[in-house]
């Protein structure tokens, strides 16, 4: 399961998204300021401090030549510490971004899950290493994936054809919905938002081909042009699915205008992020009265669920619409949009023109120049299916432990600090600060990786790659969907330890960092304190931040929704997130596009919280140390800044940062640098800024 979760309805906040959106070099001709920093090694808030030895930027930790030293940090922070990497560093013409921290990590991960699946593909037949090694040997046997054809959908495509009746629709939906290829709609299960002890099943919103609703109700010029792009896309997906080239043409017209009717009638992600609008429980029999022209019956039967009696609608007014579409679309539109589907839900698996012609589209929304070689995109497809087989092996030879002790302490060190700072907040009365201390108690945490690794219960044939990743599928979908009834294991992960992101699921109350993350830059042993917490610090302290933003506060201690704030309190705290989405709002990525403030509400208040927690907690573990490092002509209090804006040094193509304006809840990297920065005094205070500095916001927020 991919971390963003965006198809399924799944409350997870992750560190970053679907890839990184990145940010061009500032606009050419930067201004010759005369800088006033980095100012003397000694800052005020340190002068009568212990004494200093003097090191390099290196031996702290932090990278010299990415920084441009010649722009003032009180102007361009960002451009001050990433200015000459972003000089130098160009996009990978198989990339639609690229970030010093994690694409950095990614890379070196990549090479090192390679050599580990080339050495499992010579594994002892029947373990788990030869199944991990046989599912990627079967998708680099390039020759056999062409001899395959589209063979591995045509039985699918058969049984398209043949659908006359909604009985007939209902059994292909079930097949297709199983191999996780999903017209119409999806199926998960969620914890119950009254008793997040429990799973319960939900129905969500789905089946669009483009990346958003929005993308086919925008009038603009921009998605006039996409949605023109995407419809001869469809088009040549339906001829290589084999229909008629006659045919395919007004075949791609109807499945836009279909998909364009679902569009309609789903949720904005910025509802979407709203959780009790999320949550509607439906009585099975109230289902098929509230979407009627569907066999819920068979559906829920043949899936194992013909037990449950009472489900959640994450989009009921989807429901009724998608009833309305079936029940008023022609035969020949349904047939057209269930190809579609089909072709599209497999065609990175299928033999080159299917994956050339995915490419193709995924290169319009994108800007990325040239396709991922074979073996990278392999891994990914490995990763995906049996991600703790590859967990493991990772961990065995790459994961030395040193750093799960200390992003341990770190986890301890950022609580401590958010218990201190929920002390001092003014807008708080007694009774909340008493249940948010409750809830930072019993806020979890899992580092590295799972204690329990799940098991892959299907069989993985060296010669059929393309059925390899649909019994993959079945299986997985099987296993999260016998999860409903039963209890949650809070102790189970929703990404793969190799994987460099972290994330909090505010039903379970806790965050998660895998073994991935914990690396140079994020976390080095040979570091200096300060630079660690600037990095993997601001993480942790970002993911706990998450607990507590619009959405996570709604939740409480057991991660049940229910409201525990005192009505005063919560007024005020809504204003203070409002002042947040307002900021960023101001924030134009490209003119005339702006931050979505409210979609990225809830990362942004994080990544206030992030920085600020991280600093707090820097500052106290370095208290009682009996000497101070100046590193380059940098305090700790700046070389903790630096590493901040160091771990989001990332460009991105336009293509791709607008697409992700839409549809990411992260601001854009150089804007969650600048936005956490713009309203916190210890970094005015580090870099001795003026009251009237660029950097610093004149209404700047501060939530936790
Ligand atoms: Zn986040």
Same mark, same amino acid.
């Given at each position: 399961?991919?971390?963003?979760?965006?198809?399924?309805?799944?409350?997870?906040?992750?560190?970053?998204?679907?890839?990184?959106?990145?940010?061009?070099?500032?606009?050419?001709?930067?201004?010759?300021?005369?800088?006033?920093?980095?100012?003397?090694?000694?800052?005020?808030?340190?002068?009568?401090?212990?004494?200093?030895?003097?090191?390099?930027?290196?031996?702290?930790?932090?990278?010299?030549?990415?920084?441009?030293?010649?722009?003032?940090?009180?102007?361009?922070?960002?451009?001050?510490?990433?200015?000459?990497?972003?000089?130098?560093?160009?996009?990978?013409?198989?990339?639609?971004?690229?970030?010093?921290?994690?694409?950095?990590?990614?890379?070196?991960?990549?090479?090192?899950?390679?050599?580990?699946?080339?050495?499992?593909?010579?594994?002892?037949?029947?373990?788990?290493?030869?199944?991990?090694?046989?599912f990627?040997?079967a998708c680099?046997?390039?020759?056999a994936v062409?001899?395959a054809?589209?063979a591995p959908i045509?039985p699918?495509?058969?049984?398209?054809?043949?659908?006359?009746?909604?009985?007939?629709?209902?059994?292909?939906?079930?097949?297709?919905?199983?191999q996780?290829?999903?017209?119409?709609?999806?199926?998960?299960?969620?914890?119950?938002?009254?008793?997040?002890?429990?799973?319960?099943?939900?129905?969500?919103?789905?089946?669009?081909?483009?990346?958003?609703?929005?993308?086919?109700?925008?009038?603009?010029?921009?998605?006039?042009?996409?949605?023109?792009?995407?419809?001869?896309?469809?088009?040549?997906?339906?001829?290589?699915?084999?229909?008629? &080239?006659?045919?395919? *043409?007004? @075949?791609?017209? /109807? $499945?836009? #205008? %279909?998909?364009?009717?679902?569009? !309609?009638?789903?949720?904005?992600?910025?509802?979407?992020?709203?959780?009790?609008?999320?949550?509607?429980?439906?009585?099975?029999?109230?289902?098929?009265?509230?979407?009627?022209?569907?066999?819920?019956? &068979?559906?829920?039967? *043949?899936? @194992?669920?013909? /037990? $449950?009696? #009472? %489900?959640?609608?994450?989009?009921? !007014?989807?429901?009724?619409?998608?009833?309305?579409?079936?029940?008023?679309?022609?035969?020949?539109?349904?047939?057209?949009?269930?190809?579609?589907?089909?072709?599209?839900?497999m065609?990175?698996h299928l033999?080159?023109?299917?994956?050339?012609?995915?490419?193709?589209?995924?290169?319009?929304?994108?800007?990325?120049?040239?396709?991922?070689?074979?073996?990278?995109?392999?891994?990914?497809?490995?990763?995906?299916?049996?991600?703790?087989?590859?967990?493991?092996?990772?961990?065995?030879?790459?994961?030395?432990?040193?750093?799960?002790?200390?992003?341990?302490?770190?986890?301890?060190?950022?609580?401590?600090?958010?218990?201190?700072?929920?002390?001092?907040?003014?807008?708080?009365?007694?009774?909340?600060?008493?249940?948010?201390?409750?809830?930072?108690?019993?806020?979890?945490?899992?580092?590295?990786?799972?204690?329990?690794?799940?098991?892959?219960?299907f069989d993985v044939d060296r010669k059929s790659y393309a059925q390899n990743v649909l019994r993959a599928r079945v299986?997985?979908?099987?296993?999260?969907?016998?999860?409903?009834?039963?209890?949650?294991?809070?102790?189970?992960?929703?990404?793969?330890?190799?994987?460099?992101?972290?994330?909090?699921?505010?039903?379970?109350?806790?965050?998660?960092?895998?073994?991935?993350?914990?690396?140079?830059?994020?976390?080095?042993?040979?570091?200096?304190?300060?630079?660690?917490?600037?990095?993997?610090?601001?993480?942790?302290?970002?993911?706990?931040?998450?607990?507590?933003?619009?959405?996570?506060?709604?939740?409480?201690?057991?991660?049940?929704?229910?409201?525990?704030?005192?009505?005063?309190?919560?007024?005020?705290?809504?204003?203070?997130?409002?002042?947040?989405?307002?900021?960023?709002?101001?924030?134009?990525?490209?003119?005339?596009?702006?931050?979505?403030?409210?979609?990225?509400?809830?990362?942004?208040?994080?990544?206030?919280?992030?920085?600020?927690?991280?600093?707090?907690?820097?500052?106290?573990?370095?208290?009682?140390?009996?000497?101070?490092?100046?590193?380059?002509?940098?305090?700790?209090?700046?070389?903790?800044?630096?590493?901040?804006?160091?771990?989001?040094?990332?460009?991105?193509?336009?293509?791709?940062?607008?697409?992700?304006?839409?549809?990411?809840?992260?601001?854009?990297?150089?804007?969650?640098?600048?936005?956490?920065?713009?309203?916190?005094?210890?970094?005015?205070?580090?870099?001795?800024?003026?009251?009237?500095?660029?950097?610093?916001?004149?209404?700047?927020?501060?939530?936790?």
């Amino acid at each position: 399961m991919r971390c963003a979760l965006t198809g399924f309805f799944s409350i997870v906040s992750c560190l970053v998204g679907s890839g990184l959106l990145g940010c061009g070099p500032s606009s050419g001709s930067a201004p010759a300021a005369a800088p006033s920093g980095p100012g003397p090694a000694a800052a005020a808030s340190e002068a009568a401090g212990p004494p200093a030895v003097e090191a390099t930027l290196e031996s702290v930790g932090l990278d010299a030549s990415a920084m441009d030293r010649s722009v003032d940090p009180c102007t361009d922070f960002y451009q001050f510490s990433c200015g000459q990497w972003l000089e130098r560093t160009e996009i990978p013409s198989d990339e639609a971004a690229w970030t010093r921290s994690f694409n950095e990590i990614r890379k070196r991960n990549e090479l090192e899950l390679k050599s580990i699946l080339e050495a499992a593909a010579q594994g002892a037949p029947g373990t788990d290493t030869a199944k991990l090694g046989t599912f990627y040997a079967a998708c680099m046997d390039e020759a056999a994936v062409e001899a395959a054809g589209k063979a591995p959908i045509a039985p699918l495509l058969a049984q398209a054809a043949k659908v006359k009746d909604r009985q007939g629709l209902a059994a292909l939906v079930i097949e297709l919905h199983r191999q996780q290829i999903a017209p119409f709609f999806e199926i998960a299960p969620v914890q119950d938002p009254k008793d997040a002890t429990r799973w319960i099943a939900d129905l969500d919103q789905g089946g669009l081909g483009l990346p958003d609703r929005d993308y086919y109700l925008r009038d603009d010029e921009r998605s006039t042009k996409l949605r023109a792009t995407y419809l001869e896309h469809v088009e040549r997906m339906l001829v290589l699915a084999g229909t008629p &080239a006659a045919r395919a *043409k007004a @075949g791609a017209r /109807e $499945v836009l #205008a %279909l998909e364009t009717e679902l569009a !309609k009638v789903s949720k904005t992600r910025v509802e979407r992020r709203e959780p009790k609008n999320m949550f509607n429980r439906f009585e099975r029999a109230q289902l098929a009265a509230a979407a009627p022209g569907f066999d819920w019956d &068979a559906y829920f039967q *043949k899936l @194992g669920l013909a /037990e $449950v009696t #009472a %489900l959640n609608l994450s989009a009921p !007014k989807f429901f009724s619409g998608l009833s309305s579409v079936l029940g008023s679309a022609k035969p020949e539109a349904l047939h057209a949009y269930l190809d579609w589907q089909i072709v599209r839900g497999m065609a990175r698996h299928l033999s080159k023109p299917f994956v050339d012609e995915s490419f193709r589209m995924e290169q319009a929304l994108t800007g990325q120049a040239e396709i991922r070689p074979r073996w990278r995109r392999c891994l990914a497809t490995t990763d995906n299916a049996l991600g703790d087989l590859l967990g493991q092996a990772y961990v065995q030879s790459h994961f030395a432990g040193e750093s799960k002790a200390a992003a341990e302490n770190m986890v301890h060190a950022i609580s401590a600090a958010f218990q201190r700072e929920l002390g001092s907040l003014t807008w708080m009365d007694p009774s909340t600060r008493e249940r948010a201390g409750q809830k930072l108690a019993a806020m979890g945490y899992l580092i590295g990786y799972p204690e329990q690794w799940k098991p892959y219960g299907f069989d993985v044939d060296r010669k059929s790659y393309a059925q390899n990743v649909l019994r993959a599928r079945v299986f997985d979908l099987q296993r999260e969907l016998a999860k409903v009834g039963t209890l949650v294991d809070k102790r189970e992960w929703q990404i793969s330890a190799p994987t460099v992101n972290a994330y909090y699921s505010p039903q379970r109350n806790h965050m998660v960092f895998p073994a991935g993350i914990l690396q140079p830059p994020f976390y080095d042993v040979k570091s200096g304190v300060a630079v660690n917490l600037g990095a993997i610090g601001m993480v942790v302290g970002h993911e706990l931040t998450h607990g507590f933003d619009d959405e996570g506060s709604q939740y409480d201690a057991q991660g049940n929704l229910a409201d525990w704030w005192a009505p005063e309190v919560g007024k005020r705290f809504k204003e203070k997130t409002q002042c947040v989405a307002r900021q960023y709002g101001e924030y134009e990525v490209q003119p005339g596009l702006p931050i979505n403030g409210q979609l990225t509400l809830g990362e942004n208040i994080a990544d206030l919280g992030g920085v600020k927690l991280a600093f707090a907690a820097y500052r106290a573990l370095r208290q009682a140390a009996p000497e101070r490092v100046n590193a380059g002509g940098f305090n700790e209090d700046q070389q903790f800044f630096i590493a901040v804006g160091q771990a989001w040094c990332a460009k991105g193509r336009p293509e791709y940062e607008r697409m992700m304006v839409q549809v990411n809840p992260h601001s854009v990297p150089r804007f969650r640098v600048r936005g956490a920065l713009a309203g916190l005094p210890e970094f005015a205070s580090a870099f001795s800024c003026p009251a009237d500095a660029p950097m610093l916001a004149k209404n700047a927020c501060s939530v936790w």
